[in-house]
């Protein structure tokens, strides 16, 4: 597994633009520059929520500790990470990218910022789906439902890991984190769109364990597991060449040769 894991995040390093060699706005393209490239990412990263239909196992894995329920911050939570939350962050994000994409003399910048929106959206829905199947898979039993060595009697009792409102939050962070350590010239409503998400990402790890839902491991499980999906999805994402201008006139001089692997030096 761990193999696996390290040739995915070397592919998409490779893939990856550095902030150097762009002229202009860091605008990310279609998924390995194509658009059928763009096609089989989104629908796959959709195909990933059938893991829903996975039979959930009921394991002897207990939670932490016992948590009594709160309804009152679970309802919070829902707001924060979530469905809920993800739509909000991303709404956020999407104007802060078209901001950044407009002071970046980007054409038509809100529409390109839907671009970077869907990058968003597939490794929330990458991130969910990925949950899900470890969720099935590990069984685990939630804090409010662990009590003296035993665990509840319906499949949401044993559903705790990961923390399936943390990831997709989490995954946005990630995919936002890739294009901030890409980005070129005022870097600001990037590092803020960063910083909403690493918010609602932290917010709701802490909402998720006080309502108890989850332990500290299934929330920190889901902030990893979130942050490493979106940083993969936006890194197979390479920068399209910019025809921006610069104030002080035309762009200057051809474009250097893209490097691999980084974003601030050349090997």
């Given at each position: 597994m761990k193999y696996t894991v390290a040739l995915a995040c070397a592919c998409a390093l490779a893939w990856s633009t550095p902030a150097a060699a762009q002229v202009g706005a860091a605008?990310?393209?279609?998924?390995?520059?194509?658009?059928?490239?763009?096609?089989?990412?989104?629908?796959a990263c959709a195909a990933s929520l059938a893991t829903y239909l996975i039979p959930q196992r009921r394991s002897a894995w207990g939670a932490a500790e016992s948590v009594e329920r709160n309804e009152t911050i679970g309802r919070a939570s829902d707001i924060t990470g979530a469905a809920v939350g993800t739509l909000l962050?991303?709404?956020?994000?999407?104007?802060?990218?078209?901001?950044?994409?407009?002071?970046?003399g980007v054409r038509h910048p809100f529409s390109r910022a839907l671009r970077t929106s869907l990058i968003e959206a597939e490794a929330a829905a990458l991130s969910t789906g990925l949950s899900s199947m470890i969720k099935r898979l590990s069984g685990r039993c939630r804090p409010r439902s662990w009590r003296t060595d035993r665990c509840g009697?319906?499949?949401?009792?044993?559903?705790?890991f990961p923390s399936g409102h943390t990831t997709p939050v989490a995954a946005i962070a990630g995919a936002r984190l890739n294009l901030a350590l890409r980005t070129t010239g005022d870097a600001a409503p990037r590092l803020g769109a960063l910083a909403i998400a690493e918010a609602a990402t932290v917010v709701t790890m802490a909402l998720r364990i006080g309502s108890g839902a989850?332990?500290?491991?299934?929330?920190?499980?889901?902030?990893?597991?979130?942050?490493?999906?979106?940083?993969?999805?936006?890194?197979?994402?390479?920068?399209?060449?910019?025809?921006?201008?610069?104030?002080?006139?035309?762009?200057p001089g051809p474009t250097p040769e893209p490097a691999a692997v980084t974003w601030s030096w050349t090997f």
């Open positions: 605008a990310p393209d279609w998924a390995f520059g194509s658009p059928g490239g763009e096609v089989a990412v989104a629908a962050v991303l709404g956020g994000g999407y104007a802060l990218e078209g901001s950044y994409l407009a002071g970046a009697d319906t499949d949401l009792d044993f559903d705790a989850h332990s500290w491991q299934d929330v920190g499980a889901g902030m990893i597991l979130g942050h490493v999906t979106g940083f993969a999805i936006a890194a197979i994402h390479p920068i399209a060449p910019s025809k921006a201008q610069y104030a002080a006139g035309a762009l």
